[in-house]
């Protein structure tokens, strides 16, 4: 028996009453007959996928306002068959009530049929809707773990950890051509915070002449070795929407930003290694309650792999795909639109991911005017407003949900400026298009008031918040910081009071707790922040009750899914976890000890036990 789980069998709930006139046996068996028949009729009732689960302390927080907080649901075929209390759900009296006909030791024995198991949770232990992460890297994040670089204090700790990546794989170690990469290192952590070099990757014998390439925590720079540098001999002095960073002298040292990274000759990542990548992923985030991931920038090697495995039934997780095949021109034409495809109907594909500007921490991210430390630049446009436009248009024109990556005030204003055009032009309106900005990071306070009288959706980030409250104030100054980070001002603005929230791993970590406990409390995780015990910007947490309708309910508003997901509905996919805490209760310092007792989709545990 699980230590958080009890179980009733069916014949413990049988209410025993003393049966009368015993020698009308076959009278009572005829009667019990009809009446399971009719049950079995009026019910809907299906003996091997039916259920019920019940918290005495009504710890089941269904997201649905209609009934907030509930002692029971009943699952029935993979959806959510009824919530309530246990009378409401686990005894069908009110079918019977005012019917003389069925005797009372029958209801109860009908109220018990219905269901295979009734199961109890621990009184700690709490019921959520499936969370969601409304922007992540699926792929990527198991990319990142072959060699993952994030916590390193300083160089010297990113060269200890190749040369321990290097020891312990014999493949890498025997074929010094073989290349090696990771994610992870940010330079804001380290002593002087500057970027690093080519060189730095050359002063252990064990590392020169290896081909090595390191992206940023944020993905939006790469830090090559001198051997890589090798193979590019003929740089450009400028790459549109990208920089290489080149020395007092001109020369590159080493690092690529943004759209210059595609200089970088990396080799693909073979069927094999997508599979691993992908399987690492899947295995963290079902252990972490996710059942949906939005996969933020979705390659078309990558789309045709997830629609092998959703073919094929093996997909454990919900996939809701924002495609990109890279190209600076229209590409709608290029992806196949699908919903809710595959054998489990779990796969989606109806959104594009375009990208605007650059990442705050690589002083890429497009703002109106210079970084406060750095007065030579303002960032980087990824690519032209004009060409944006001319996207937006036509995959807002063939039905596609547009989703734009915009960090900086000004990416934030130019798409704004985008998506007003396109609204005002008529055609499709902002419920059916569902426009989102992914990141909405830094406003001016006119844009702040703007995307919500817009409608658009703005998806973000909390644990970006905590990420960068170190540095943000010294990047952005003291006036513009007040429009950084703002969820509690966005979701006010918004006409559908909706703010779903990611967590943009692997850039961040995998646990959805993480991203809450960041949106409540604005703190590290030890519990402290640039102002102290309150929080950063205090104002602008979410309560636990908004921050658990952006895992759930937002998210699938954002994905257009809320008919069928984001909260313990009758009729919606089953969808839930169960916590070993109540991490809307207890203190911040206790929300990430809260452990997934477990995870189910479609009705089924796919992490834990039930």
């Known amino acids: 028996m699980d230590s958080k789980l009890s179980r009733e069998p069916r014949r413990n709930l049988q209410t025993r009453a003393t049966e009368s006139n015993s020698t009308q046996w076959w009278a009572r068996r005829l009667i019990f007959g009809v009446a399971l028949s009719a049950g079995l009729v009026f019910l809907n009732y299906p003996l091997q996928s039916s259920y019920a689960v019940c918290s005495p302390s009504r710890n089941i927080y269904t997201v649905d306002d209609t009934a907030p907080r509930v002692e029971c649901i009943a699952v029935r075929n993979a959806r959510i068959a009824r919530v309530g209390s246990y009378d409401e759900v686990v005894r069908p009296q009110r079918y019977f009530e005012g019917n003389n006909f069925f005797p009372r030791w029958l209801v109860d024995r009908l109220a018990v049929v219905r269901y295979t198991m009734v199961i109890y949770l621990h009184e700690d232990a709490i019921l959520v809707p499936g969370l969601a992460d409304a922007h992540a890297h699926v792929i990527e994040n198991g990319y990142m773990n072959q060699l993952p670089l994030m916590g390193a204090a ?98 590159p040292t080493g ?49 045709a792999f997830f629609q092998k495995l959703a073919d094929a039934g093996k997909l454990p997780n919900r996939l809701y795909l924002m495609g990109n095949n890279g190209s600076a021109e229209y590409w709608g034409d290029t992806l196949p639109k699908l919903v809710d495809y595959g054998k489990h109907a779990r796969l989606n594909l109806r959104s594009v991911k375009l990208i605007a500007d650059g990442a705050l921490g690589s002083w890429g991210a497009a703002l109106l005017e210079p970084y406060s430390d750095d007065l030579a630049t303002s960032g980087l446009m990824l690519s032209s407003p004009e060409k944006l436009e001319r996207q937006i248009r036509r995959f807002w024109a063939d039905g596609w949900q547009t989703n734009v990556h915009c960090i900086g005030d000004r990416a934030n204003h130019v798409i704004l400026d985008i998506y007003e055009r396109i609204l005002a032009g008529g055609g499709r309106n902002v419920t059916e298009s569902r426009p989102r900005i992914e990141h909405a990071q830094i406003f001016t306070p006119a844009d702040l008031v703007r995307i919500g009288k817009l409608g658009v959706i703005a998806s973000v980030q909390p644990t970006h918040a905590t990420s960068d409250m170190g540095y943000a ?79 759930t309910l937002d998210a699938a508003y954002a994905s257009f899914a809320e008919h069928d997901l984001g909260s ?25 000890e809260a452990k997934v007792v477990a995870t189910v989709i479609d009705g089924e545990v796919a992490y834990g036990t039930l």
């Open 568 to 592: 313990l509905t009758p009729g919606k996919k089953a969808d839930f976890v169960v916590f070993d805490k109540d991490i809307m209760t207890v203190p911040y310092d206790k929300i990430l």
């Open 154 to 251: 300083s160089v010297q700790e990113v060269v200890d950890r190749i040369k321990t990546y290097i020891a312990t794989h014999s493949d890498t170690l025997n074929e010094p051509s073989r290349w090696i990469e990771g994610m992870g290192w940010d330079q804001t952590k380290w002593p002087g915070a500057q970027f690093p070099t080519a060189a730095d990757l050359a002063t252990d014998p064990l590392l020169k002449g290896r081909l090595i390439s390191l992206s940023r925590v944020d993905g939006h720079a790469r830090w090559v070795s001198p051997a890589v540098l090798e193979l590019m001999p003929n740089l450009p002095e400028q790459v549109e929407g990208g920089l290489i960073v080149r020395d007092a002298e001109g020369n």
């Open 473 to 551: 104030q010294i990047r952005l100054g003291p006036d513009r910081i007040k429009g950084a980070y703002a969820y509690q001002t966005l979701l006010k603005a918004s006409p559908q009071g909706v703010l779903p929230l990611g967590s943009d791993f692997p850039i961040e970590g995998v646990n959805p707790l993480l991203g809450f406990y960041a949106a409540t409390s604005r703190l590290y995780v030890d519990g402290t922040s640039p102002h102290g015990l309150e929080g950063w910007f205090s104002e602008q947490k979410l309560t636990r009750a908004q921050a658990l309708k952006g895992m």
């Open 255 to 303: 690092v690529f930003v943004d759209n210059a990274m595609d200089l970088i000759p990396i080799p693909p990542w073979s069927e094999k290694q997508i599979t691993e990548f992908f399987d690492m992923t899947m295995k963290q985030a079902l252990s972490y309650g996710l059942t949906s991931i939005h996969d933020a920038d979705t390659k078309p090697a990558h789309i």
